[in-house]
């Protein structure tokens, strides 16, 4: 994350954002260094850290507020990839003012930015319903040739006579 081509530190926050996966559940270690990466000189590095900040966070990893404070500072950067990385990122972070940063966003001059950030707060508001239980008037329907949601969990997908049967239906 030190090295003298940038290049190279874009490449290093993107890895470190996959880290946090089950299969290398290494984001503990991530977020220092990736917080040293928000504060490089090129904004492509700083954009990379941003993006694997807000993946780390997408896959369960950190409630630190510190963390999402770091996101929300770069909100003003004159870099249009940064903000966009910002407002991306703090879609995943439920704490302190990143709503605030997020509609402050939404009037960004840049159209990716708006984008990111309406993303951002319709992710929020998925979220929350699912947190929350959802709408307590929706009833979930299951189609009965779509199989138990227990065989899902076991990651038993429905079998190619089953999805024949519902595309003749």
Sequence with gaps: AQ???????????????????PICPFARESYPLLLELLK???HEVVAAALLA???LKSLGHADDERIASAIAEQADSADEDVREAVAYSLGFWNCGSTETVISR????DSAIV?????????????RAGLEGGGDANHKEQVHPAAGSRDRADRGVTRSDDDVQNLSHK
């Design 3 to 21: 090295h003298k081509r940038f290049e190279l530190r874009e490449i290093a926050a993107f890895v470190l954002g996959q880290l946090g996966t």
């Design 40 to 42: 490089d000189d090129y």
């Design 53 to 55: 900040l807000g993946a």
């Design 105 to 108: 966003l939404l009037d960004d």
């Design 114 to 126: 708006r984008a990111a950030s309406e993303f951002s707060l319709e992710l929020r508001a998925a």
